[in-house]
């Protein structure tokens, strides 16, 4: 397996455009997670799904966040409108089982100007 | 909710040194403790977890100790090598799976 993917590697945009983050989970993993991380505060869990259905998204920042799984090896985390603050390296990992071991994807780096 | 506290935020150390770094939390619930590597400009990366019934693993240079009288967790690396120099985060687990992480801490190892 090719491990946790994530598209794009780095985004750059305006601030006020819809941004949109992808992920495709280790396959046969029931488990996705969407981080955001920053040097403020850190890596911080936004939101995850347990065999496709979201369960957790207390950590989503405001409304302009909204994550979707539609299918097992899909999902994507958008932005609309974007601001300079949502500037941040945004994982996406996957996991077998609960508290089980969290395979991270490489990331996105998210820059807002 | 949940909080971690992850001390010190920076560690350096002479190569072959030891190295610990401690978390705290405040839910007597958690259960699981998992520790993650991340070197500069990659991913973080599993290295070590532990759960609430055993008080100690370890695996080659790496262990982890867990007191849930005292809601604490420790990561200790022995013979510290230059490849140890990362940034170090301790998780606990929140009302089931979701993961509260510590602010990390950066491990230097000089040669």
């Known amino acids: 397996d090719a491990g946790v993917i994530q598209s794009p590697r780095h985004e750059v945009t305006e601030m006020g455009q819809e941004v949109t983050l992808r992920c495709k989970p280790i396959s046969g993993h029931d488990y996705l997670f969407w981080y955001r991380q920053t040097m403020m505060r850190g890596l911080e869990l936004l939101i995850y799904?347990?065999?496709?259905?979201?369960?957790?998204d207390s950590g989503m920042p405001e409304d302009r966040f909204s994550a979707k799984m539609p299918n097992a090896s899909f999902s994507n985390l958008k932005i609309q409108p974007s601001e300079p603050r949502d500037s941040a390296v945004y994982f996406c990992?996957?996991?077998?089982?609960?508290?089980?071991?969290?395979?991270f994807g490489p990331g996105t780096r998210l820059t807002v100007l | 909710g949940e909080n971690v506290e992850q001390h010190p935020s920076t560690l350096s150390v002479q190569e072959g040194d030891s190295a610990v770094i401690k978390c705290t939390y405040s839910d007597s619930a958690s259960n699981y403790f998992p520790w993650y590597k991340q070197e500069l400009g990659k991913r973080p990366q599993l290295i070590i977890d532990i759960r609430s019934n055993v008080g100690e693993k370890k695996d080659q240079r790496i262990a982890v100790t867990l007191n849930k009288t005292a809601k604490h967790f420790s990561l200790h690396i022995t013979e510290t090598q230059p490849e140890d120099s990362a940034v170090y985060f301790c998780?606990?687990?929140?009302?089931?799976?979701?993961?509260?992480f510590g602010k990390g801490t950066t491990l230097s190892v000089s040669s």
């Open positions: 799904f347990n065999n496709n259905v979201p369960i957790d």
């Open positions: 990992a996957s996991s077998f089982a609960a508290l089980h071991e969290q395979f």
């Open positions: 998780a606990v687990n929140q009302a089931g799976t979701a993961l509260i």
